[in-house]
């Protein structure tokens, strides 16, 4: 299925209202077809310059919203500063001690969400406190994302997912989930 206009051109119109536009870290690949109209894939590309460097390794994942960076290095959360510095998030708590990535999400204003291992942690940044959700209320995580003031997360190895309550990633019902339907095929992520 075509989307046209989906991904717009790497520069900025002359009249925002015209075009806001920005492609930043992807570059473009023209495949030719039997048609006139090429296909065009993009590719995602790390940025060019080294920005920080986190005293733990390996970096398992990062999100930024709204001017606000944030990066699990080994088992700690770090927040990225604008001034390339960094400083740990709730110093002591530490996530699972593995190496595998991590999926998070910020609204870039009040939580951090972070699915690792196959668990549930909130950091909420107004009081520097990383909180461990309780798995009875969320079997597993695989993945995590947000939508319209949900935070989602999907059940590894099933085709379940489960919602937080609005605006709030630290509250969980049980009740709160759904079934990936349409397609026997499991559900990967969102």
Not at 60 to 69: S, T
Not at 101 to 127: E, H, R
Not at 152 to 162: E, H
Request: glycine share 10%; net charge negative.
């Amino acid at each position: 299925m075509v989307y046209p206009g989906f991904i717009g051109p790497a520069y900025r119109a002359q009249s925002i209202t015209a075009a806001g536009d920005l492609l930043i870290n992807m570059y473009a690949e023209v495949i030719p077809g039997p048609t006139r109209d090429p296909s065009i894939t993009y590719y995602g590309t790390p940025g060019t310059a080294l920005w920080a460097t986190l005293p733990t390794l390996p970096v398992r994942g990062c999100c930024y919203q709204n001017g606000l960076c944030f990066a699990v290095g080994g088992q700690k959360l770090y927040q990225i500063l604008s001034d390339q510095s960094y400083r740990e998030c709730s110093p002591g708590i530490v996530l699972p001690a593995d190496t595998t990535p991590v999926s998070m999400v910020t609204d870039g204003s009040k939580y951090v969400v972070i699915a690792a291992s196959g668990q549930l942690w909130v950091y909420s940044i107004a009081n520097d406190l990383l909180l461990h959700i309780n798995l009875a209320l969320v079997a597993g995580a695989g993945t995590v994302s947000y939508a319209d003031g949900y935070y989602i997360v999907d059940v590894p190895g099933t085709q379940n997912f489960a919602i937080s309550d609005l605006f709030n990633p630290t509250l969980w019902n049980a009740l709160d989930f759904g079934v990936k339907e349409g397609t026997t095929d499991l559900l990967v992520g969102q």
